[in-house]
Nanobody
Framework: QVQLVESGGGLVQAGGSLRLSCAASGSGFIINNMGWYRQAPGKQRELVAIISRGGSTNYADSVKGRFTISRDNAKNTVYLQMNSLKPEDTAVYYC????????????WGQGTQVTVSS
């Protein structure tokens, strides 16, 4: 069974940085796109950043220039480097991957809390 395991969340002051990691564990799978989403209290889950297997990226306007998504295909891992964090970045961050085992499907991580204090 394939799972996404996230790490790296925490509490940081405004202007600080955090790095999130998400690794896919298991065997017999292929990963296409990987991405990060977030959900703040009382709000809908939103896309933060996405990266293709070949390295093409796309970002939400609110994080452009501050966040960087990257991946290591050999390790089946995606990263989110978050700089110049703002209180409005506070949310639960979820890793997402488009994965094929016997068929293509979407997998979600368990979520990691990011809290930015002012």
């Amino acid at each position: 069974q394939v799972q996404l395991v996230e790490s790296g969340g925490g509490l940081v002051q405004a202007g600080g940085s955090l790095r999130l990691s998400c690794a896919a564990s298991g065997s017999g799978f292929i990963i296409n796109n990987m991405g990060w989403y977030r959900q703040a209290p009382g709000k809908q889950r939103e896309l933060v950043a996405i990266i293709s297997r070949g390295g093409s990226t796309n970002y939400a306007d609110s994080v452009k220039g501050r966040f960087t998504i990257s991946r290591d295909n050999a390790k089946n891992t995606v990263y989110l480097q978050m700089n110049s964090l703002k209180p409005e970045d506070t949310a639960v961050y979820y890793c997402n991957a488009n994965i094929r085992t016997t068929t293509w499907g979407t997998l979600w991580g368990q979520g990691t809390q990011v809290t930015v204090s002012s």
